[in-house]
């Protein structure tokens, strides 16, 4: 599916800041990718190490932190947590409302990286 | 040993898709065109929809079609026969289309006097909903052997869409598919979704999907630039 492209984005974004700070060598990436994304960690690392040969991130780790599906109940306004296994019973802590709207969830965020 | 340094990045992934799908949006409304970006799975019926789309609005709305598809141009080719503007972009083997091939796209067609572009998306349910194409409305289609699950299974795709087309309705007497909880289900994750039954084969429930159009891009004409 999309890895690839996504992949590329992120490689892209990392070799950017890399050569803007006068890196030698990128060790770790720090990323926070939304809940509702579908990509797996692994596959994600695979392709990586695929598309950063013989670039400054060769053999950078890449720390990924899902960040949860945060929705908004229509009815009351309050934000909570949704469990994504569970989409199809979302019931507002607060009102019992069962309308809401999604707030986060969804992002592919570099937050930092380790490098030398 | 050397010592390692954190550097902060704080940069969205697809933040370069985000500012060019928005630099499409901003042209298109200076020129008055309704770019609708329309996805469903392989075989739902898309450019079904698009052909029995542009038989409603002929005479009424100028269209033009950009079609998405990994390695044939038998899409646009049925588009072009009807006499609509119609720009195949090959992907490749490119699972969706983001704002960048979309631009591509809308700079190949003369989009001068045109009212709407609609976009094929590349058939799946995963990867486009997750690339903002600069379209201003988002479509979807599920058809009926598709099953009622599938906002379970795909709920970004129905969580960002504006519209679903629930396509094959003629089917729905010989299926168990249950479309009192495909609707809740699909609400539940988008209070907003306004949902058209069709059958691209019988044209039944065509009408108020093109009323809906129709009714999208005289309010998007009007709207100031």
């Given at each position: 599916?999309?890895?690839?492209?996504?992949?590329?984005?992120?490689?892209?974004?990392?070799l950017?800041?890399?050569q803007?700070?006068?890196?030698?060598k990128?060790?770790?990436?720090?990323?926070?990718?939304?809940?509702?994304?579908?990509l797996?960690?692994?596959?994600?690392?695979?392709y990586?190490?695929?598309?950063?040969?013989?670039?400054?991130?060769e053999?950078?780790?890449?720390?990924?932190?899902?960040?949860?599906?945060?929705?908004?109940?229509?009815d009351?306004?309050?934000?909570?947590?949704a469990?994504?296994?569970?989409?199809?019973h979302?019931?507002?802590?607060?009102?019992?409302?069962?309308?809401?709207?999604?707030?986060?969830?969804?992002?592919?965020?570099?937050?930092?990286?380790?490098?030398l | 040993?050397?010592?390692?340094?954190l550097?902060?990045?704080?940069?969205d992934?697809?933040?370069?898709?985000?500012?060019?799908?928005?630099?499409?949006?901003?042209?298109?409304?200076?020129?008055?065109?309704?770019?609708?970006?329309?996805?469903?799975?392989?075989?739902?019926?898309?450019?079904?929809?698009?052909?029995?789309?542009?038989?409603?609005?002929?005479?009424?709305?100028?269209?033009?079609v950009?079609?998405?598809?990994?390695?044939?141009?038998?899409?646009?080719?049925?588009?072009?026969?009807?006499?609509?503007?119609?720009?195949?972009?090959?992907?490749?083997g490119?699972?969706?289309?983001?704002?960048?091939?979309?631009t591509?796209?809308?700079?190949?067609?003369d989009?001068?006097?045109?009212?709407?572009v609609?976009?094929?998306?590349?058939?799946?349910?995963?990867?486009?909903?997750e690339?903002?194409?600069?379209?201003?409305?988002?479509?979807?289609i599920?058809?009926?052997?598709e099953?009622?699950?599938?906002?379970?299974?795909?709920?970004?795709?129905?969580?960002?869409?504006?519209?679903?087309?629930?396509n094959?309705?003629?089917?729905?007497?010989?299926?168990?598919?249950?479309?009192?909880?495909?609707?809740?289900?699909?609400?539940i994750?988008?209070?907003n979704?306004?949902?058209?039954?069709v059958?691209?084969?019988?044209?039944?429930?065509?009408?108020?999907?093109?009323?809906?159009?129709?009714?999208e891009?005289?309010?998007?004409?009007?709207?100031?630039?």
């Open positions: 599916m999309h890895e690839l492209s996504i992949t590329e984005n992120i490689l892209n974004v990392v950017k800041h890399a803007a700070n006068s890196v030698r990128v060790m770790v990436v720090h990323l926070r990718i939304g809940t509702l994304s579908d797996e960690d692994e596959w994600i690392q695979r990586f190490d695929y598309l950063s040969k013989d670039t400054l991130a053999g950078a780790k890449l720390k990924i932190e899902r960040t949860p599906v945060i929705v908004r109940c229509n009351c306004s309050e934000s909570y947590e469990d994504v296994k569970n989409l199809e979302l019931i507002c802590p607060t009102c019992r409302g069962n309308r809401c709207t999604l707030i986060s969830g969804r992002e592919y965020y570099i937050k930092n990286m380790e490098v | 040993m050397e010592n390692v340094r550097i902060e990045v704080k940069e992934i697809l933040s370069d898709n985000i500012k060019r799908a928005g630099e499409m949006r901003k042209r298109l409304r200076e020129t008055h065109t309704l770019l609708l970006n329309l996805m469903s799975s392989p075989g739902s019926g898309k450019t079904s929809l698009i052909l029995r789309t542009v038989e409603g609005l002929a005479g009424k709305i100028r269209l033009g950009i079609e998405a598809d990994i390695d044939s141009t038998v899409d646009a080719e049925k588009v072009a026969a009807r006499g609509i503007p119609a720009i195949q972009l090959r992907t490749g490119f699972c969706h289309l983001d704002a960048a091939m979309v591509q796209g809308i700079d190949a067609m989009i001068s006097g045109l009212d709407l609609i976009i094929e998306n590349v058939g799946n349910l995963v990867c486009p909903a690339f903002d194409t600069g379209a201003h409305k988002n479509v979807m599920l058809s009926v052997p099953g009622d699950d599938k906002p379970l299974k795909y709920p970004l795709m129905f969580s960002i869409c504006d519209v679903l087309l629930v094959k309705i003629d089917y729905l007497s010989l299926s168990d598919f249950d479309i009192t909880a495909l609707k809740q289900r699909a609400l994750l988008n209070p979704l306004k949902i058209f039954e059958s691209c084969k019988t044209g039944v429930g065509i009408g108020g999907w093109i009323d809906w159009l129709q009714g891009v005289t309010s998007f004409k009007g709207s100031k630039g």
